[in-house]
């Protein structure tokens, strides 16, 4: 998701069907780094 500006709270009041409906179908979420691959860079842990 990404922040287009404008009012949000029709998008945030979503998230949790939108989460829920994805975990049900199997669907893991993850960070970008994750998605990637990626290591941790100088300390940094999310």
């Known amino acids: ?27 893991r979420l993850v960070t970008v780094r994750e998605l990637l691959g990626l290591r941790p860079v100088f300390g940094y842990r999310a």
């Open 1 to 27: 998701m990404h922040d287009g500006g404008g009012p949000r709270g029709q998008t945030v009041a979503a998230l949790p069907t939108i989460i829920r409906t994805l975990r049900g179908r199997g669907l």
